[in-house]
């Protein structure tokens, strides 16, 4: 998992308008609608970490705040992350939710292809 980079920090929301324009005000930019391929809410553009929020739910990662670390390859990831005492809650191809040895949960993500 070498070279795992911070991409994405994403942020549950009751209501997620409220949520929008505590973000955009806070950081100062605008949070554009989600693609097909990005999910449900909204998200900053490129240029570093992506903030996301989207409405609050019961899985995994919607019940508060989730960074994503992009890796190069899933597969390895996943088995880092049990080697190191770790657990897989979704495991995916595109993207994995997970809990660290403490119980904290995170996400993994493969770099999005044109």
Known sequence: MSGARLSLIEFPADDPERARRFWE???????????DGQGSG???????PVVGIHE????PGDTQSLPY??????TA???RVTELGGTHVHPGAK?????DSEGTPFALA?????
């Open 95 to 99: 993207w994995s939710i997970c809990r």
């Open 110 to 114: 493969a770099p999005e292809t044109t």
């Open 42 to 48: 909204r998200q900053t553009g490129s240029g570093g």
């Open 77 to 79: 990831a996943l088995a």
């Open 25 to 35: 005000g806070l950081l100062e930019v605008e949070l554009q609608e989600r693609t």
């Open 56 to 59: 609050r739910g019961r899985g």
């Open 69 to 74: 670390f992009e890796i190069d390859d899933m």
